[in-house]
Structure formats: C-alpha cells, structure tokens
C-alpha cells in the first residue's frame, strides 16, 4: 500500500472507519478512497458496511441533513431535487474522450483531459463541512458470471440511502474478492446546498471515463444523475460488454405465464415514460427487473439478470385501477422514498393521476404551491413533476419473481421494444426473424420525446433500443454487437415490437391501458407455437380469433372486428416515412451503420410498396391471408 494515501486515510477516517476500509484488501480502492478525500475535502467520512446499523445510519442521516423528511406512513419518507434538477441532464452528461477520438454526432464526448480538468477544478473542496459516505454495492445477483462490483462515493446522503433500496449489497463481496476484486468507481457530490437541494446547477456535470470505469456527478441530486450503479454505470457496462460479448440493454425483465403453469420469460426495452415499469408490473405475471438488463448466452440460450433489486419509478398516472400492484406497495408502510411529488399538511404525498382529487394547496418541487401557480415564465406549476419517482426495494410488490437473485438469471424467450409511436407501430408484431427484429424494430425505434429528460416534449427522435442515451461506442457498432449476439446461437429470442400509443386520425388513443396484458400473453404463446399469425410487410400480427379470445378470456371485453382493424391495419406510408427518416439518420449521423442496416431497410420498402399497389395506402391486416 502507498504509505501517502493511506496517510490521507489514517488523518480523516476515524479508527472503526478506518478498519472498515482496510478490511477490503484492494490498493486501488485505497488510493480511489484517499485520492478523492483529498480533492473534495470532507468534513468526515463513513464507511458502509452491509450491516443493518451501517445502513439504518444511511436513513437517518438522509433526515437529519434535511435531504428527506418523513411522512405520515411508517417508513415513506420525502425527497425534493431543485426546480431545475428534475431529469437526466443529457447536455451535461458527456464521455470523457481520448484526443482525436470521436464516436459520432450521438455520442456526447468531451477531450478527456480538458474534461477531467474541469471536472476536477469544480469538485475541489465540494464536499467541504459535508460527510462523504462511501457505499459498496454488487450490480446483479452476487457470485454469478453477472456480478459487476461498484463502490460510490456520495456527500448525499439521499443518494446513499436510495441505492440500499435499488441494489445489492457489496462490502462483504470486496472483502471476499480484496485484490483481486475489478470495480466500477463513482464520484458524486450535490455540491453545495440551499435548503436541502444543489445550489451550484451552472456546475452541473456528469463526466464518464470509460476507459478507466470511473464516473464523476456534481451539483446535482436527481436520481438519473447521481444513482451512479443506475445510467451511469450502465454507460460503463454497455463498453465493457461490448468487450466482452454480452449485452447491457436499458430492459425490463419479466416472466409471462402462460398455459399450464408455464412462466416465459421477456425482457422489454422501451424509452423513459413508454410503459416499461407498467408491463413489467402487470396483473397476473411475475418482475424480475424493471429498468436494466445484463443479457449472456449459454448453452445456446440468452439469459438476463436484473442489474437493480428495486425500483426509481415514475409515480404520474399511478392509480389503482391502473397499476394495482405499485398501488398497492405505495400505500403500505413499505420503505419507499417519494421524489418530487406534491406533500401535503396531514404528511401524505399527491401526484399527478393519483385517484384522490387534486388539493389546493402543499410542498412540491416549487416551495410552497397553491393550485395555478406559475413560474416566472408564466408557465403553470404542476401539483407534482412529471418526472416525479418512487424508489422502493421491488420485494415490496406482490408479484416479484422468486428468480430476482439466481445468480444463473432466466432464459430469455423474446425480446420487446416499445416506443411513444401515434401514428405508425401497431400495437404488437413480431419479427420475422432475429436480424429483421434488431434491424427493423429494435434499430429503428424511435419514440416522442417525454418530461424524462430535460428539453421540449412530443418530438419524435430516434432511440435504438431504447438505449441511445447511453451507448458509449459509435453507434453502427452498436448495432453490429446486438446482430452478432443472436446470431450463433440456434434459438435467439424472438423479437416484437409493441406501440401502446398509436392514435386515431383524431388523436384518440386506439387501445386501452391494460390492453398490453393481451399483447404479452400473445407474444407468449406465439413463442410456444400455439398461434397463428398474419405476414405483412413490417413483420407478422396477430389473426383475430385469437385476440378476441384473449380479450374475452383476460379482460373479459368484447373485441370487435372494427377494433382489431383499426389497430392492425398497416399504414404504408406512415412506415416508409418512418423507414425514410431512420435510414437518413443512419446515413447521415452513424458512419460506422453495418450495411445489412440498408439492406433490410430496402426490402422492407420494398415489400411495402408492392403491397400499396395491390391494396392502398391503409391496409386491413385481413388482405394478407392468401
Ligand atoms: C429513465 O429515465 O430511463 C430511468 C430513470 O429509468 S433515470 O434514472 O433517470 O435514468
Ligand atoms: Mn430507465
């Protein structure tokens, strides 16, 4: 050990923390601890074990630094981020990049030296008069080929305590593996505060180095910019998979059950604010992750871990008729933090499309609020944000799988992708095969932008996979990783692609909410072979009989023909539209795009336009039973 850091250690750390941390046998770890004690000048330090004290010391520090307060119900407490750290701050988020080296338009980089200079000069002395808590964790089930170790180091104690709810505990994995163990490092302060929330939101940066699995967060205190196991270590995992043959993908996993006690198991990649969260909870099927996915192959088969054990929700539209497991869990005394929902006198929280009437007055994001309140741009104060979340540990929904921590993970059957689509996706179609799936539906998702980031919303743009706003290698190559990984194996997943938003000429939605819950039970049983489906152009549908049946079945709805031919019917021009922009955007801002990108792309025009000049431009799906 080098005696210089440990000096640094042996003069801020008391001597119970001090052992805490030399119990870890890892000279990098030592060095990262002291290196970065001596740039941000803590007041103090605590080291945190996985033990029950340790972690109810996390709680209450949260309170008592007045970063959350309790509410009403036993163990709900209340967190606000500032009026103008609501979302993931993508224009600030940026990778630190070796010079000369440039990953194209979508990859947001900046020269790495000048970066970590910046980054450097804004977190020196940020953690002045503030207790640095230094947090270890395990990303995926522990001792499993899955595991990724990661240790944060956060003055919020926030923070702290909402990655005890999302992930697993991994000081005594660093103890088992010492000098061998390889981690991820985050450095995260919320710099200097005002009442509770980061003051400095100029200095708001989030650099990653993923060269060297480092991530540095300042001046903010957003979950989506500071959980540094969530985005950010995901933007680490997505290079280090890439290396290594398997996948990180921004995915929901879920068992479907299906006939005869049969469980199925999805994995589902959708843009924030999509559905993800909603279907991964559905009524009638089991969770095992909602957010993000590590995907290997064995034995021929793909399986998937849930990176995360709990759950950063997005708590608008949450009701009971709609969402009746988190509904549940949310009005329990659950550990459960509330982020930028709406507080009220009585200690209970609204949010936007709770079931209760909204009220006319309480505590959000804002300050004080009364019902119309406006910024100073005049623009309306909603009772809660948008982007408003829960966190909670996912054992606190009924319908967790018992499979959350085998360290195996589950064989993934299919894989979903869904976007915020009015007017173009049907609601579910299934590819024709796995390289028409990762080009066709996965490669050219694209969704209408939401409250999740920062920015205008309701534009529609581009999003692979879900995953665009964290891939860390040039996107064409990307791409290349998804094609090659099914392509060895004998049985790659199936893949569908799901559109919960497509619109009437109107604008009026053309599907129910719960709707979703026939589309899964579909994709299942087309995984089984027990249905049919109709080829089209763009891939293959479902044929009537079999979702009126499951309509009938499931929701106990009558499904009319007039129903599934609005849903189903294929709007050619609308798809090459979509076809058009997708493949000018791979053109014009992907250089490295794998040319079967353009061959796919060609025949599937190519099948829509012969299919327009034999039927029209609107084509009910019943015109393509030959
Ligand atoms: C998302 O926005 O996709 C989330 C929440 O899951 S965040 O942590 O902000 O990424
Ligand atoms: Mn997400």
Known sequence: MNEKWLEILRNKLQDNHYTKLLDIDNH??????????????????????????????????????????????EGHTIHFDGYHDQARDKAHTQFLLPKGVDLGPYINGIDKEEGLKEI????????????????????????????????????????????????????????????????????????????????????????????????????????????????????????????????????????????????????????????????????GETIVGDDIAYLRKRDGKVYAVNVEKGMFGIIMGVNSKDDPIIWEALNKPNEIIFSNVLKLEDGSVYWIGKDSEIPEKGVNYSGEWTLGKRDEKGNEITSSHKNARFTLDLKCLENVSAEIDNPFGVHVSGFIYGGRDSNTWVPVREAFDWKHGIISVASALESETTAATLGREGVPKLNPMSNLDFIPIPLGQYIQINLDFGCDIENPPHIFGVN????????????????????????????????????????????????????????GKEYTEEDYVQQFTIRVNEFLNKIHRVVETYKTK????????????????QRLNEARAQFGDYIAPQKFIY
């Open 28 to 73: 990098h770890l030592v060095q990262f601890v002291a290196e970065y004690i001596e740039l941000c000048k803590p007041a103090d330090v605590y080291i945190c074990t996985d033990s029950q004290e340790d972690l109810q010391y996390i709680r209450e520090s949260a309170i008592r630094n007045g970063e959350e307060e309790k509410l009403a119900i």
């Open 120 to 283: 450097k000069k804004i977190m020196k002395n940020i953690m002045v008069g503030k207790t640095l808590y230094v947090r270890f964790f395990c990303l995926g089930p522990t001792r499993s080929e899955f595991s990724m170790l990661t240790v944060q180091l956060t003055d919020s104690a926030y923070v702290a305590h909402s990655l005890d709810l999302l992930y697993r505990q991994g000081y005594e994995e660093f103890k088992r593996q010492g000098e061998k163990a390889k981690f991820f490092r985050i450095v995260h302060s919320a710099g200097e505060l005002e009442n509770g929330v980061s003051k400095n939101v100029a200095d708001r940066r989030i650099y990653i180095d993923t060269e060297e699995g480092v991530v540095f967060s300042a001046n903010t205190q957003y979950g989506g910019n500071t959980l540094g196991l969530k985005k950010l270590s995901m933007r680490l995992a997505i290079k280090r998979a890439s290396e290594e043959g398997w996948l990180c993908e921004h995915m929901f996993v879920m068992g479907v059950h299906g006939n005869h006690e049969r469980i199925t198991y999805f994995t589902g990649a959708f843009p924030s604010l999509c559905g993800k969260t909603s279907t991964s909870t559905l009524v």
């Open 500 to 555: 919960y938003f497509l619109q009437d000429k109107k604008g009026n939605f053309v599907n129910d909410r719960m709707d979703k819950r026939i589309w899964l039970k579909w994709m299942e049983q087309r995984v089984h072979g027990e249905v049919e489906a109709i080829d089209t152009p763009v891939g293959r549908i479902p044929v009537y009989q079999d979702l009126k049946r499951l309509f009938h079945d499931l929701l």
């Open 590 to 605: 992907a250089p490295t795009t794998p040319d079967i990108l353009f061959e796919i792309a060609a025949e599937e025009t």
